[in-house]
């Protein structure tokens, strides 16, 4: 039997073992996505469905520290959602418990 | 190719394409090629007032690697057939 | 090329990854989408006067520094104010 086919021998393998599963994927520009996977390719390009976004807005201080700031979270939700693979810094199955 | 096929099947669907520049613009999906260009017809940008600079667009070609995302139209895209297919398309690429 | 076909001798808009606006008449292009307007100007927006236009004349865009290219309805964009126009720039691409 091939063991690819099977068991987690590379890095996609996991995300193919998360299709149709709910996943977490952090994003570039401070953006976290969970949302059920039902499509992917070598890109890392996705497609996910009930899909709540959250953002992280740093506002800084007046006259703080580099770093400093209040952080503001915004959320939203979409039904059906591409998102580019370019975007995309890390995908995370499901937690299994 | 699997994204661009399923791209292809939601032509003359109205989709949001949000862009790295954070603009908004929603239309009807006319065509798609394989880098992911997007081609829209009948514009309308999100937050108008915000974004007046596209007024007196109609229709647009945007370049795929400013894609962000695109919202979907969810009753057109059949789950199952997508996860099927991306099954095929990796085990494909396996045996390469 | 999803084609820039359709686009060849009409006044379009070119948005960049810099957030520059510049509207002309697609006099050409090629397969990587370099661009080259005819009759170009900058349409620079700003939040505190209206839009300023800054003639550029015969324009070669490369194809990587756009973001979008659109049609402009003649009607709609002679019939806008320009100088009545307050609005930020268009934000630059962030990958």
């Known amino acids: 039997m091939d063991p690819s086919s099977s068991g987690i021998q590379e890095p996609f393998d996991l995300i193919r073992l998360s299709l149709s599963e709910r996943v977490f994927v952090k994003l570039r520009g401070d953006r976290e996505l969970t949302g059920v996977l039902h499509a992917y390719d070598g890109h890392m390009n996705l497609i996910l469905s009930d899909v709540e976004e959250t953002i992280m807005i740093v506002d800084p201080i007046e006259g703080g520290m580099e770093g400093q700031g209040t952080v503001k979270v915004a959320k939203r939700k979409m039904e059906m959602l591409f998102v580019r693979g370019d975007g995309v810094i890390l995908v995370s199955p499901p937690s299994r418990t | ?96 | ?95």
């Open chain 3, 1 to 95: 090329m999803s084609s820039l076909q359709g686009y060849v001798d009409r006044r379009v808009l070119l948005v960049l990854q810099d957030g520059r606006a510049i509207v002309g008449v697609l006099a050409g292009y090629d397969q990587k989408s370099n661009v080259v307007l005819s009759d170009s100007k900058e349409r620079i927006y700003s939040i505190d006067e209206g839009v300023e236009e800054v003639e550029l004349g015969l324009y070669l865009v490369k194809g990587d520094m756009i973001v979008l290219i659109g049609e402009i309805d003649e009607a709609i964009d002679q019939a806008v104010d320009l100088a009545s126009i307050r609005a930020e720039p268009i934000l630059p691409i962030r990958y």
């Open chain 2, 1 to 96: 190719m699997l994204i661009f096929s399923v791209f292809k099947t939601l032509t003359d669907q109205r989709v949001t394409v949000e862009l790295k520049n954070d603009l908004s613009i929603t239309g009807v999906l006319k065509s798609v090629d394989q880098f992911l260009n997007i081609r829209l017809d009948s514009i309308s940008v999100l937050d108008e007032a915000r974004h007046p600079h596209m007024m007196a667009v109609k229709n647009c070609f945007i370049r795929g690697s400013v894609v962000r995302y695109v919202q979907l139209p969810a009753e057109h895209v059949d789950t199952q057939l997508l996860e099927d297919a991306t099954r095929r398309e990796v085990a494909a690429q396996g045996k390469r």
